[in-house]
C-alpha cells in the first residue's frame, strides 16, 4: 500500500508506539507492513494526482471514473441475480459490499431443508438434501438473465425491509463469507476484498456482518472478467458447503 522508513534504538518501539489496523486492508494477523509505517496505507502520493491532471486532463479522468461506476454497477447487478448472494449495501460510486449465503439459509431456496440451524461451531448440523446444489437447468436460466442485464440503474438496490437471518444465521453467513473471500485469494484466479460492516439492515446482530468489497478501479476490467469473478465464487462456495456439510456430519 506505500513503503516509509524510520529508525528506532529499540527494536520493540515500532510494535508498540506505531501501529494502526484496519478490518478492510491492514488486518492485524496481515503481514502488510503497512501496520508499523508513518504513513500506514495512506502515502503521499498528490504527485501521482499531479501527474494525472496533466497527462489526462478532467475529461480522462472523468472516463476513467465513469467505466469505474459502470462496471461497478453492472457487478451489483450480476451479483443480485445470483440467490447464492444478499446485496448488503448498494454502489457508491465504485465500491459495493455483498455476501454469501449458504444454500440452506436461503429464503426463497427450496433445495435445502434445515431442521437444526446452528452456528459454525455447533457439532451437530442436520441438512436433508433436496435436489442439486446448482443444477444445469438453473444455470442455463441465470445465465439467459445475465445475457439480459443492462447498464440502466435501478432506484435502490437494496430494499427497505426487515432482518432476514436471526443473529445465529447471521455467524453462518460470516463463516462463508470469510471462508469464500480466503479460498478465491488462495485458489482462484480472482479476488475481492472483505470487510466487517454495521449494518441497519441487521441493528441486533452487533458485531457487524463480515462481507465482501468490491472495488474496481481498472479500467481494462471487462464484463467478461466479472463474471468469470462471480462465477468461481459460486463454484467454489459449492466446494466449501461440501466440506463444511462433511465436517460437521451432516447429511
Request: aromatic share 8%; net charge negative; glycine share 4%.
Amino acid at each position: 500500500m506505500g513503503c516509509g522508513i524510520v529508525l528506532f534504538k529499540s527494536p520493540l518501539l515500532p510494535t508498540t508506539t506505531i501501529r494502526k489496523v484496519a478490518s478492510y486492508v491492514i488486518r492485524a494477523g496481515s503481514m502488510d507492513h503497512g501496520k508499523t509505517t508513518l504513513e500506514g496505507s495512506r502515502p503521499a502520493n498528490v504527485l501521482y494526482l499531479h501527474a494525472s491532471l496533466n497527462l489526462l486532463g478532467r475529461c480522462g479522468l472523468s472516463n476513467l471514473l465513469e467505466i469505474a461506476v459502470d462496471n461497478t454497477k453492472y457487478m451489483a447487478e450480476l451479483v443480485k441475480s445470483y440467490p447464492q448472494f444478499e446485496i448488503i449495501s448498494k454502489p457508491v460510486t465504485n465500491i459495493f459490499l455483498y455476501r454469501y449465503i449458504p444454500s440452506w439459509l436461503r429464503k426463497d431456496n427450496d433445495q435445502f431443508e434445515v431442521r437444526y440451524p446452528t452456528s459454525p461451531n455447533s457439532k451437530t448440523i442436520e441438512v436433508e438434501e433436496v435436489s442439486t446444489l446448482y443444477s444445469d437447468t438453473t444455470q442455463d436460466q441465470t445465465l439467459d438473465l445475465l445475457s439480459d442485464l443492462t447498464d440502466k440503474e435501478e432506484g435502490s438496490i437494496v430494499e427497505e425491509e426487515t432482518s432476514l437471518y436471526t443473529n445465529e444465521e447471521n455467524e453462518v453467513i460470516d463463516y462463508f463469507t470469510t471462508e469464500l473471500q480466503a479460498k478465491q485469494k488462495r485458489e482462484g484466479k480472482g479476488f475481492v476484498s472483505k470487510t466487517t460492516v454495521k449494518t441497519t439492515k441487521y441493528p441486533n446482530y452487533s458485531k457487524g456482518v463480515a462481507v465482501l468489497r468490491v472495488v474496481i478501479a481498472n479500467p481494462l476490467v471487462t464484463r467478461e472478467n466479472i463474471k468469470a469473478v462471480v462465477e468461481e465464487q459460486i463454484k467454489l462456495s459449492q466446494e466449501l458447503e461440501e466440506e463444511y456439510k462433511m465436517k460437521n456430519h451432516s447429511i
